[in-house]
């Protein structure tokens, strides 16, 4: 860690504790109770802090720091006792605004970018539809141009901060050409006519995060609103996917090392047998396993971001971290609350919590089984 990490990123690194500490884990199990959170107020504290543009120019309010920043703010993120709020957070920091700070025009910059990270305005992507999830070029939503406007119809499922957002890059078809080829994104504002939003799903976890069903219905947004260039939307997004995928790996790793820092804290004090359960060598060997899977993972997500930041080709490293990440989750939560037995099982909150909530790691940001099937490829 000394390798990637300066006295200055040390220090950001107290200030993001200090504030998710006082903001944040001293609320999440009302806001878990409620199955909600104040997205506005929290979004807003964090972009008077500058959180949420760590790396965006600062012609748009935003920090222009380095990478490392950005891992540093994730592995805190990891660290929020209830999954949701990084959940909604990352989607706006890590998927959204890059999307549009790297692929947007200067007018899409001023009146989406720059308020977003200012905390102002709260965004969405909008991918996964009914039939269509990993396989994204089954989308059926349709974007008719009309003049100078594109009319838009389609139904999106699943949408991380759905009814919260101010603003949906949302994945369309423009064309009827190839579909790697006949496809935009496209900011739809959700003040726009024709625009719902329906808060319907019940949840195994992540209770407190917004999930949504879209439902454009004769949407009408200017052209100008279309990220990159027309018809390139697709490309957009495979390009978009290997930044989530690298976030996610780093998120996974912080959210294991915080369940098996619980986990060791409870094994120290929980005498079994007239033994603590930590010098048990079953339950020794076990958290020393999954803390040298959790170690190789976290080292292997620093070599991505080394291969990210120097722009160099890992669309394999990526997708092996991802992929890695959601099985390793998965084993951390479900070791550690077996080892805690009934008071894991029946009292803690937050390891139930915990077991839920990273469950979707193996789903969101791309699937497992997805990721295999990239990985393929490469035999």
């Given at each position: 860690?000394?390798?990637?990490?300066?006295?200055?990123?040390k220090?950001?690194?107290k200030?993001?504790?200090?504030?998710?500490?006082r903001e944040?884990?001293s609320?999440?199990d009302?806001?878990?109770?409620e199955?909600?959170?104040?997205?506005d107020?929290?979004?807003?504290?964090?972009?008077?802090?500058?959180?949420?543009?760590?790396?965006h120019?600062?012609?748009?309010?935003?920090?222009?720091l380095?990478?490392?920043?950005?891992?540093i703010?994730?592995?805190?993120?990891?660290?929020?006792?209830?999954?949701?709020?990084?959940m909604?957070?990352t989607?706006?920091?890590?998927?959204?605004?890059?999307?549009?700070?790297r692929?947007?025009?200067?007018?899409?910059?001023?009146?989406?970018?720059r308020?977003?990270?200012m905390?102002d305005?709260?965004?969405?992507l909008?991918?996964?539809?009914?039939?269509?999830g990993?396989?994204?070029?089954?989308?059926?939503?349709?974007?008719?141009e009309?003049?100078?406007y594109?009319?838009i119809?389609?139904?999106k499922?699943?949408?991380?901060?759905?009814?919260?957002?101010?603003?949906v890059?949302?994945?369309?078809?423009?064309?009827?050409?190839?579909s790697?080829?006949?496809?935009?994104?496209?900011?739809?504002?959700?003040s726009?006519p024709?625009?719902?939003?329906?808060?319907?799903y019940k949840?195994l976890?992540?209770l407190?995060?917004?999930?949504?069903?879209?439902?454009y219905e004769?949407v009408k947004?200017?052209?100008?609103n279309?990220?990159?260039l027309?018809?390139?939307?697709?490309?957009i997004?495979?390009?978009?996917?290997?930044?989530?995928?690298l976030?996610?790996?780093?998120l996974?790793c912080?959210?294991?090392?915080?369940i098996?820092?619980?986990?060791k804290?409870?094994?120290r004090e929980?005498?079994?047998?007239g033994q603590?359960l930590?010098?048990?060598q079953?339950?020794?060997f076990?958290?020393?396993?999954?803390?040298?899977e959790?170690?190789?993972?976290?080292q292997?997500?620093?070599?991505?971001?080394?291969?990210?930041i120097?722009?160099?080709?890992?669309?394999?490293e990526?997708?092996?971290?991802?992929?890695?990440?959601?099985?390793?989750?998965?084993?951390?939560?479900?070791e550690?609350?077996?080892m805690l037995g009934?008071f894991g099982?029946?009292?803690?909150?937050q390891?139930?919590?915990?077991?839920?909530?990273t469950?979707?790691?193996?789903?969101?940001?791309?699937?497992?089984?997805?990721?295999?099937h990239?990985?393929?490829k490469?035999?």
């Open positions: 860690m000394m390798a990637y990490f300066s006295e200055e990123h220090l950001f690194r200030s993001v504790q200090g504030f998710i500490h944040i884990n609320l999440v009302q806001w878990e109770a199955e909600m959170f104040p997205a107020q929290l979004y807003k504290k964090m972009g008077n802090e500058g959180f949420l543009g760590l790396s120019s600062s012609s748009y309010g935003g920090l222009d380095d990478f490392w920043y950005t891992v703010w994730i592995e805190e993120l990891g660290k929020i006792e209830a999954g949701g709020i990084p909604s957070i989607t706006q920091t890590e998927i959204v605004t890059p999307i549009i700070a692929y947007g025009s200067p007018v899409l910059k001023e009146q989406y970018l308020p977003a990270i905390g305005f709260i965004g969405a909008a991918v996964t539809e009914p039939e269509a990993s396989d994204v070029s089954r989308i059926a939503t349709m974007a008719h009309s003049g100078d594109y009319i119809d389609g139904r499922s699943y949408i991380t901060n759905g009814s919260i957002a101010d603003f890059v949302t994945l369309c078809r423009t064309s009827s050409g190839p790697a080829n006949s496809m935009s994104l496209i900011i739809v504002p959700t726009t024709g625009f719902t939003a329906v808060k319907n949840k976890g992540n407190c995060c917004d999930h949504a069903e879209l439902i004769s947004v200017p052209k100008e279309v990220i990159g027309e018809n390139m939307g697709y490309n997004l495979l390009d978009s996917f290997q930044r989530e995928r976030i996610l790996g780093i996974a912080a959210q294991a090392k915080r098996l820092n619980r986990t804290h409870y094994a929980r005498v079994v047998f603590r930590i010098d048990q079953s339950i020794a076990s958290l020393v396993n999954l803390e040298t959790v170690e190789f993972l976290q292997m997500a620093y070599h991505c971001a080394d291969l990210f120097s722009d160099n080709e890992c669309t394999k990526m997708a092996m971290v991802k992929l890695k990440a959601g099985k390793l989750l998965r084993l951390v939560a479900d550690c609350l077996q009934g099982y029946m009292e803690d909150i390891m139930i919590r915990a077991y839920r909530d469950r979707a790691m193996a789903i969101a940001g791309g699937s497992t089984e997805t990721m295999q990239i990985l393929k490469f035999l």
